[in-house]
T-cell receptor, first 113, second 110 residues
Framework: KAGVTQTPRYLIKTRGQQVTLSCSPI?????VSWYQQTPGQGLQFLFE???????NKGNFPGRFSGRQFSNSRSEMNVSTLELGDSALYLC????????????FGAGSRLTVL | EDQVTQSPEALRLQEGESSSLNCSYT??????LFWYRQDPGKGPEFLFT???AGEEKEKERLKATLTKKESFLHITAPKPEDSATYLC???????????FGKGTHLIIQP
C-alpha cells in the first residue's frame, strides 16, 4: 500500500516568489491536512481538507492557501514568499475528517533565499 | 488555546537504560493525545492514541500513559534503533487540527 507522496521533496525559492506543493494521500483516504515544521515552532497546523472543502484552518496569513481535488489529491500554495517561510511542509492523510490517526508524508523542504 | 510542552528537549541514554519522556498539556475538551516518532528526513510516524486518564498502551519497548494533565512515554531497555525525535500532540474540542509539542530528541548509545 503506497504511503503519502509529497512533491517536490526539496526546493529553493527567492523572496517574493510563490510556490505550489503537492500531496497524494493514501488510496481511500479522503482527508488531507497540512503542517509547517520549523526548528523554532515545531509542527504547526495549516489547514485540513475533506471532500474538496477546507474544513479547518490554522493561524497563518492569507498568503498560505490550499485546495483539494476530486481524487483527494491536495496542493498548497504560498505566495509572496518570505525568509520565515523556510520550513518542512508536511502533508498527512486520514480516512475521514477530524480523524485521529494521521499518516504523514516525508515532507517538502522549502528554502527561501 | 491548546498547549503542549515536552521535556526533556534532548535525552541521551545507554542501550538498555530505561527512561520516560514527559508531555504536559492544556486543552479544552481532550479528544485524543497522540505520540509520534520522527526520524531524520522523514515525516512523523504514528505510535499511540490515548483518550482518557488512566489509559495505557504498549508497543514493543514503548508504553504510553495518560493523566488529566500529562502523558508519559516510557522506554524500557531501549536499543539504538529507538533513537528518534518523539512528538506528543493533542486534539482539543475546537476544530484546529493537532497541536504538537516541540519533541524530545532521544539518542540511544550502544
Amino acid at each position: 500500500k503506497a504511503g503519502v507522496t509529497q512533491t517536490p521533496r526539496y526546493l529553493i525559492k527567492t523572496r517574493g516568489q510563490q510556490v505550489t506543493l503537492s500531496c497524494s494521500p493514501i488510496s481511500g483516504h479522503r482527508s488531507v491536512s497540512w503542517y509547517q515544521q520549523t526548528p523554532g515552532q515545531g509542527l504547526q497546523f495549516l489547514f485540513e481538507y475533506f471532500s474538496e472543502t477546507q474544513r479547518n484552518k490554522g493561524n497563518f496569513p492569507g498568503r498560505f492557501s490550499g485546495r483539494q481535488f476530486s481524487n483527494s489529491r491536495s496542493e498548497m500554495n504560498v505566495s509572496t514568499l518570505e525568509l520565515g517561510d523556510s520550513a518542512l511542509y508536511l502533508c498527512a492523510s486520514s480516512l475521514g475528517a477530524g480523524a485521529n490517526v494521521l499518516t504523514f508524508g516525508a515532507g517538502s523542504r522549502l528554502t527561501v533565499l | 488555546e491548546d498547549q503542549v510542552t515536552q521535556s526533556p528537549e534532548a535525552l541521551r541514554l545507554q542501550e538498555g537504560e530505561s527512561s520516560s519522556l514527559n508531555c504536559s498539556y492544556t486543552v479544552s475538551g481532550l479528544r485524543g493525545l497522540f505520540w509520534y516518532r520522527q526520524d531524520p528526513g522523514k515525516g512523523p510516524e504514528f505510535l499511540f492514541t490515548l483518550y482518557s486518564a488512566g489509559e495505557e498502551k504498549e508497543k514493543e519497548r514503548l508504553k504510553a500513559t495518560l493523566t488529566k494533565k500529562e502523558s508519559f512515554l516510557h522506554i524500557t531497555a531501549p536499543k539504538p534503533e529507538d533513537s528518534a525525535t518523539y512528538l506528543c500532540a493533542v486534539r482539543g474540542g475546537g476544530a484546529d487540527g493537532l497541536t504538537f509539542g516541540k519533541g524530545t530528541h532521544l539518542i540511544i548509545q550502544p
